[in-house]
Every structure is written in C-alpha cells, then in structure tokens.
C-alpha cells in the first residue's frame, strides 16, 4: 500500500507540473511563433504577465516528483538518470535557460536585448518539454534497465515511442498555454487577444489531439505492453477519460467559456497521466523492477507519506491563495505589450504618466 | 577526551546498489558537482538574509511611513525574487545532477537521507509561492496581510537550508541505518536526518548566509556613499544591511569554534587535513600559512602558535589531536587544498568580524558610521571576500570528506556514473553558468542605476522621497 502512495504522490506532481509546468513551456511556444517584435508584443506582453507570478511555484513540482522518487524508488531513480543522462541534461540546461531568460527578460531595456532574452527563453520552452516527454518514453517504452547506465545512452531517448511523446508533450503545454492565456486576455480586457489564443486554443487542440492518437498507433508498434495496458481495463478507461474531456474543451474554448475550459484541459491531461500509471502497473521500470521490489524499506515510506502529507496540509492552502490571487486579478500587474515596455523596469508598478 | 586512537573506526563498508562496476574517475562528476554548488551556494546566501532584511525595512516602513522605507523594502524585494529565480533553476540542477552523476550514491542511499529532500520540496514550495505573492503584492494587497505573506519567505528559507544541510550533515557523519553483508539495511529517517553534524553546520550557514549577503548589499551602498548619495534611502540600506552582516560576523566566531570541535570529534582525518597533522600527537600547534608537505609529514614555512590547535579543538591546550596517520594514505583528503581552503575562510573570517566590530564600535559609542572612506572600501571588498571565504568553507566540508561520499562508507567512486562524455558535460556547464553569472551582474547593475522613486506608485508619495 505505501509504495502505492507514493506512486500517486509522484504521479500527482507529474500531472501538476504537466498542467501547470506544461502551459508555461507552452506559453514559451506561443512566444516563440508570435512573430516580429512589433506583431508579437502583444502576444509576449500577456505572456510574460501571466507567467511571472506563478511559473517559479509551478516549476518546483519537478523538484518535488525528484524528491519523492529517489527516496522512495532509489534504485530506479539511479538506473533512469543515469540512463537517460542525455535527455536530461539537455532538459536541464533548458531549465536554466528558459527560467534565467525569462527572469531577466522582465529587466530588458532594449528591444535587442528583449530579442535575445525571448528567444532564448521561447526556444527552451520548447526544448525542455520535448526532452523530457522523451525520457518519459525510454522510461514507459520498457528502455531502461536497472544498473548504473546499463541501458543504451542514445537508444533509450532516441526512438519512436519517445519522439512521439516529447512531440505530444510540447504540443498540450501548447495546447494548455493558450487555453489559459485566452482566459487571462478576457480578465486583462484585451479582446482582440482572447480572439487570438481562442484561435490558437482551438488549432492546438486539433493538433494534440490527432498527435495524441498518433502517439497511440507509435506506441503499438514500438512498445507493444504499454500500448496493451492502455487499450484495456482501467488504462482504457482512463484513456476516453482524457479524450473526452479534451473534447469538451474543445467545445467550452469555442463557446469562450474559458474559466471551465481550464478544468477541462488540465482533466484531460491528468487523465492520460493516470492511465500511464495503469497501464504499466505494477512495474515501476517495465519488464525489470516492480513497484514493490524498487520501494524503499516501509519505515522511509511511512516518514515520507507522513511528512507530505503534513506538508500537503501547509502547501495545499498556501497554493490555493496564490491561484486565488492570480484568477481574481489581485496580483494582476497593468498590461502592456511587451515592444512597448523595454524601460528598466518590472512591469506594471512604473507610475503612470498623465496622458 | 576520547582517545584519538579509537575514533577511526573502520564503519563497513557498503556495496553499491545498482552493481559491481569498475570504478571510473570521479573528478569531472566531482568538478560538475562543486561548479554548480559554487554557482548555488551564494545565491541561497540571499535566499536566506535577504527575505528578513527586506521585511526589517518593511516593518520600518509601516512604523513610520517613511517613502524611503517603503522603497527600499520594495527594491530588495524585487531584488530578491530575480534571485530567487536564479536559484530555482540552478537549484534544479542539483537535483539533476545528484541522478545524473551519482547514481549509485542515491541507488544505494536515496531512502535514508531523502525525507530531508522531500521536507525541502515543501519548503522550496512555500518559498516560491509566497515571494511571489509577497512581490507581486506590493499595493495591491492589504498592509497587514501584506507583510505578513512575507514571514513565510524567512521561515521556509530557515526550514529549506535545514533541510540540506542535513543531507550534508548526514553525508559527513552517516547514522540511522545498519550495513550487513554490504547492504544498507534498516534505514531510520527520522535518525538519519537529525544527524549529529546537522546542527553546527546548519546555524555555520544559516549565518554565514547572513554574512554574505549582508556584505554585498552594504558593499553597494557603500559605494553609493562614496559617490556622495548619502540621502535616507541609501543610508537606510548601508545600515540595515551592514548591521545584519556585523552581527552575523561576530556570531560567526563563536560557530564557527563549535563547529571544530565538532569536527575533531566526527571527523578527525577531516580536522587533520584542515592543519597539515600528520601524526597523533598532544598540545599541536595551530600552524599559519605554509604548505604541508606530505613526504615529511609536517606543515613548511608557516607560522606556529603553540598549543592553539589542541586548543580550538578541544578547549585544552594539551589535548591529543589526531594526526593523518590515523588511516590508510587512500583515505585521506588532498591535504592542502582542504587546508589552504580552511585557512582562507578562517583568515576571511576574522578580517571581516574586525570590520565589523569597528562598525558597530562606532555605531554604539558615536551614534553614528565611520567617516573614513577606507572603512567603505573595505566594505566593497567584503562583500566579494564573503564570498570567497563561503565557497573555501564548503571547499573544507567537502573535499575534507573525500575519498568518502558517505563518509566511511561509500567511496566517491564507487558512486559515480559510469556514463561516458562527462567532460563535454562539464565545459557545457561552465559556459551556461559564465553566461548566467554575465546576466544577473547585468541586471542587478540596471536595477541599482534606477532612481528610488521609480519603485513608488503613488506621486505624492515619491515627491515626499525625493525631498526627504
């Protein structure tokens, strides 16, 4: 039962960094194709005002899920990363990249200098998501043996099942991103914005979804068990879950009813995540370690659950006031397309001139 | 006083986790590993200080009603969150490159010392959350609730460096677990987080991050003040941010002789390697620069005070230290590297709590700063110096406890990745972190050229600032 638990905490903190985590790496996609300076500002000034509130917190559920697994999974822990080292790696330059870019961009003061901040932090937005969708799937496709880099260090990453997912992964931060970006247009009053992110919603959700079926036909040949595991039982039941309310997001974004359209889309991702879950129960590395032959002695476990769940008793609230804050407005800086801001200033708090 | 001949006690040793392999060299994983500590460490420096410096300044404010209060607290703020940031990627890092380059360490040990880990995600959680509130806050939530949404910054800052250092301290002086036939067996959390080296080194940084921040802060001021801007705003910032740096300095003797006397006991190899001791023997000497010089077995051309070592150790001028010899040569830490390192950051040390006791001399007597510019160019060196003796302190730590990555239990090579490329890795690493460290510098040089007034909305409020 513990390791069970500990399991759901870590697939908890996949799923909230996928959904949240993942619109940020979108909001990043968006950056990067918004076009020239001028045509683009609008789109990178909502962009930059949505994120900067939130992204740090939502960054930290990677370090949480790290957390979790290497002390309740040590011996997977140490056989993935050191397997999967590449894909890593490159992911985690990108983090660097993307965080310190997009810190530093709310600093530019030139329109050059937003330049070269943006476009690093879009390009490592789109990087990071798809290099660790891609280790994902070295990890689902059954790629990676228990040992110390005892699996192929390119093979593991570089192959079908893992292209598709980190294609798939870059694709619902997409998709994600400018779901959320359209309902934050409407609260900035920017109509002409939530147009362009319902647009942009409507188009990615098409994209994700066939990408999504896709992925499915890639991983049937490519990595037959857990293509079983999710065309059956629970797995299959989990993988309509998403469908469906991928589908009837698609419907709440076209009747612009963005704030519901949220739920819907995180739904759908958070569905798919557990039918993962499901369908490589009970393996914890496929075909070589079981969920109950990687855990860690019962006396961490109980440490570990006993001590999340008393933070969860601290976390929980703190995250649902800072939410609360961002989706009432109240932490809302004034918006202003991102061209128009390049004075050394963080955005919003800059005294208004008379006009 | 134990007898230093008994303390060496050979722990077994485990075998590693994930398999028999040859064991590669350690040094780029090594090398990897301590770039980006260097490149994190300072920046937890200001996670941890300058949430309470910038409240101090907040509390003034409210007080008062002061505008240069308000902006000041305002300004390191922002400051801090863009550090923050910083931190939350290259924090990343480390958690990547505890997988990615050691493997077996957390194949074999993940379980016993995680629960700090997984207390630290917590803590980094509410960390991020509630600087961002707290920034994003500013005139827009309520005075009270305002302030208060900063309080969790601090505390979690303390409950995040606790939670580390007591990996660290558990890696210096393992316990809660049992090895039997290789295998780590019966892991206790609880004990292995609350381990007996946690605490002297958890209050040795806790300050030490006071003092580094706080120098570097007072450092800009300080400069400020020898071009002549002596206004409130940054008087206020000079004070308040030398006054947490002089305090912390002055404590920090005090620590920093319980943490040796701790060491002397836990790891007295380490302690040897701190002052070139070769051999076990009673009333050492504490030698001042020199080299030691492995051939002979002793310390050259430094400056000899007597008994001083066996003092510090030990609280008795005659206590028996023990001496290198104590283990077998493979046991033992490059001496002067983990020796130089001791010495600089003891040297820094006590240069730095002389500076500051002339401040706060002179603060208590006259009621006022020194005048003498010299004392604000010695400030604008502090802070950098700060610096260097933090990243020499965990130079000591931490090279004083290889070839252990477990002390006495592990070897760092039995840990490392068998992965191959680690030098392709290593230089990727160091031009990332040269662009990264190029960038704040930038950006905080653009912060500190804004005029104050800029961080006030109200115009009435900054009119009042710029006349005060």
């Given amino acids: 039962m513990l390791p069970e638990i500990c399991v759901g905490f870590i697939m908890l903190g996949v799923t909230a960094y996928a959904v949240l985590g993942g619109a940020d790496f979108g909001a990043g996609f968006w950056d990067l194709t918004a076009g020239g300076a001028e045509r683009g500002g609008r789109v990178r000034g909502m962009v930059q005002r949505s994120m900067s509130p939130v992204w740090e917190a939502n960054h930290v559920w990677l370090i949480f899920v790290l957390v979790i697994t290497w002390t309740a999974f040590p011996v997977a822990f140490g056989s993935l990363f050191s397997t999967l080292s590449l894909p890593l790696f490159v992911a985690a330059l990108g983090i660097i990249f993307r965080g310190a870019a997009f810190a530093l961009r709310g600093q530019a003061a030139t329109i050059r200098e937003a330049r070269v901040l943006g476009a690093t932090f879009a390009l490592s937005s789109v990087l990071v998501p798809f290099f660790l969708g891609a280790a994902v799937g070295g990890l689902a496709s059954g790629r990676v043996p228990v040992g110390n880099a005892a699996g192929d260090l390119v093979d593991s990453w570089l192959n079908p099942t893992s292209i598709a997912i980190g294609v798939l992964a870059v694709l619902t931060g997409a998709y994600l991103a400018a779901v959320f970006l359209a309902g934050d247009s409407l609260r900035a009053g920017q109509p002409d914005l939530v147009e362009a992110f319902r647009a942009r919603a409507l188009g990615a959700g098409v994209v994700t979804g066939a990408a999504a079926l896709g992925t499915v036909i890639v991983v049937r040949s490519d990595a037959r068990p857990l293509y079983d595991g999710l065309t059956s039982g629970d797995g299959l039941a989990a993988v309509i879950a998403s469908g469906l309310a991928g589908g009837a997001t698609l419907g709440l974004v076209w009747s612009r009813r963005f704030g519901l359209a949220r739920v819907g889309a995180a739904a759908a991702v958070a569905a798919i995540m557990v039918g993962w879950a499901l369908a490589q129960n009970p393996d914890l590395l496929p075909g070589e370690l079981t969920l109950d032959q990687g855990a860690a002695d019962d006396a961490v476990l109980t440490a570990l659950v006993a001590s999340v769940l008393v933070g969860f008793v601290i976390l929980v609230p703190s995250l649902w006031y800072l939410y609360r804050l961002v989706l009432q407005g109240r932490l809302d800086q004034e918006y202003e397309p991102l061209d128009q801001r390049f004075r050394p200033i963080s955005a919003g708090d800059r005294p208004r001139r008379p006009e | ?468």
């Avoid at chain 2, 064991?23 to 996670?47: K, N, T, W, Y």
């Avoid at chain 2, 076990?280 to 005070?305: K, L, M, N, W």
């Fill in chain 2, 1 to 468: 006083m134990p007898d230093p001949g008994l303390l060496v006690v050979a722990a077994e040793r485990v075998t590693a986790a994930l398999g028999e392999h040859a064991a590669p060299d350690a040094l780029e994983a090594r090398r990897m590993q301590a770039l980006s500590f260097a490149v994190h460490i300072p920046i937890v420096c200001f996670g941890i200080a300058f949430p309470a410096m910038f409240l101090f300044v907040h509390g003034l404010y409210l007080r008062t009603g002061k505008p240069h209060y308000k902006a000041l607290a305002k300004r390191w703020s922002k400051v801090s969150l863009m550090i923050f940031a910083i931190g939350v990627v290259t924090g990343t890092i480390l958690s990547f490159e505890f997988g990615l380059l050691w493997p077996d360490f957390m194949a074999t040990f993940g379980d016993v010392f995680g629960l700090a880990f997984g207390l630290e995600g917590i803590s980094f959680f509410v960390e991020a959350i509630f600087i961002a509130i707290y920034v994003y806050g500013w005139d827009r939530l309520s005075r009270r609730t305002h302030f208060l949404t900063g309080v969790p910054i601090v505390i979690s800052g303390f409950a995040g460096s606790f939670n580390v250092i007591a990996v660290n301290g558990w890696m210096n002086n393992p316990q809660g677990f049992d090895v039997a036939g290789g295998q780590v067996r019966d892991p206790r959390p609880w004990e292995a987080l609350l381990n007996d080296n946690l605490w002297h080194e958890l209050v040795h940084m806790y300050v030490a991050g006071y003092i580094v921040a706080g120098f570097i802060v007072a450092g800009v001021y300080a400069s400020a003040h020898l071009r002549g801007r002596r206004d409130p705003y940054h008087r206020t910032g000079l004070v308040v941010a030398l006054s947490f740096a002089a305090l912390a300095s002055l404590a920090q003797g005090l620590v920093g002789d319980w943490a040796g006397r701790q060491v002397a006991v836990s790891q007295p190899v380490k302690l040897a390697s701190f002052e070139g001791v070769a051999r076990t023997r009673d009333s050492v000497p504490f030698t001042i620069g020199g080299y030691y010089d492995a051939q002979r077995g002793e310390v050259r051309y430094g400056v000899e005070i007597p008994y001083m070592l066996s003092l510090l150790a030990y609280h008795d001028p005659t206590a028996t230290v023990a001496g290198l010899e104590t283990v077998a040569e493979s046991d033992r830490p490059p001496v002067n590297t983990v020796r130089f390192a001791f010495q600089t950051m003891a040297g820094i040390g006590t240069l730095l709590a002389l500076l500051s006791a002339l401040f706060l001399i002179t603060w208590w007597r006259r009621r006022r700063l020194p005048r003498s510019p010299w004392f604000y160019r010695a400030l604008i060196l502090a802070g950098p110096l700060a610096l260097v003796a933090l990243i020499c302190g965990w130079i000591s730590t931490e090279v004083g406890r290889q070839p252990w990555i477990v002390y006495e239990t592990m070897r760092t090579t039995e840990a490392v990745t068998t992965s191959d490329n680690l030098e392709v890795g290593f230089a990727v690493l160091v031009l990332v972190y040269v662009g990264l460290a190029a960038a704040l510098a930038w950006l905080l040089r653009r912060l500190t050229a804004r005029p104050p007034e800029a961080e006030l909305a109200d115009t009435a409020e900054q009119q009042r600032l710029v006349r005060s």
